[in-house]
């Protein structure tokens, strides 16, 4: 009983970490507009046709949503942080770019029901992920919407 009592836990913790998996459509117009539809697997994000290799850095605190996301802290979805590089000279739809002249270096993730925000951020140190560091940042790229 122990056994498959952890069994079902470490399931519903994966399960919780891998839920910004898959396939996603543009539902705000600025993904409409920049990136269109993104998939994003375990190792990769796909963006507009264009495939970027992803590190999973760590999961989102529930302040850390609330902050980059707007999300309520009693809420039930997940976040994600990631490492990766889109160089500042990849264009997108209508020859947007995620970051202008900087390349994008991070990549957090909320997810909750079938609704997926991602925020891109360029900058070598970590984004920090609270109201006060937000509202004052130059890394913070741009905030996107999808759905499934």
């Known amino acids: 009983m122990k056994g498959a009592l952890a069994a079902g836990m470490i399931l519903i913790s994966v399960a919780g970490r891998a839920q910004d998996k898959g396939y996603w459509r543009a539902a705000s117009?600025?993904?409409a507009s920049i990136t269109g539809d993104i998939a994003i697997s375990g190792a990769k994000v796909q963006i507009n046709f264009s495939s970027f290799v992803l590190a999973p850095i760590r999961?989102?605190?529930?302040?850390?949503?609330?902050?980059?996301?707007?999300?309520?802290v009693n809420g039930s979805g997940t976040g994600n942080l990631y490492r990766l590089t889109v160089p500042a000279?990849?264009?997108?739809?209508?020859?947007?770019?995620?970051?202008?002249?900087?390349?994008?270096?991070?990549?957090?993730?909320?997810?909750?029901?079938?609704?997926?925000?991602?925020?891109f951020f360029s900058g070598a140190s970590?984004?920090?992920?609270?109201?006060?560091?937000l509202a004052n940042s130059t890394d913070l790229?741009?905030?996107?919407?999808?759905?499934k």
Do not use: I
């Open 89 to 119: 000279a990849k264009r997108f739809l209508h020859h947007n770019t995620l970051c202008g002249t900087e390349d994008t270096q991070w990549m957090a993730t909320y997810v909750e029901g079938k609704t997926l925000q991602v925020a």
């Open 59 to 72: 999961a989102l605190t529930t302040s850390e949503v609330a902050a980059a996301f707007d999300a309520d």
């Open 141 to 147: 790229c741009g905030t996107y919407t999808y759905v």
């Open 29 to 31: 117009s600025t993904a």
């Open 126 to 133: 970590t984004p920090v992920l609270t109201m006060d560091a």
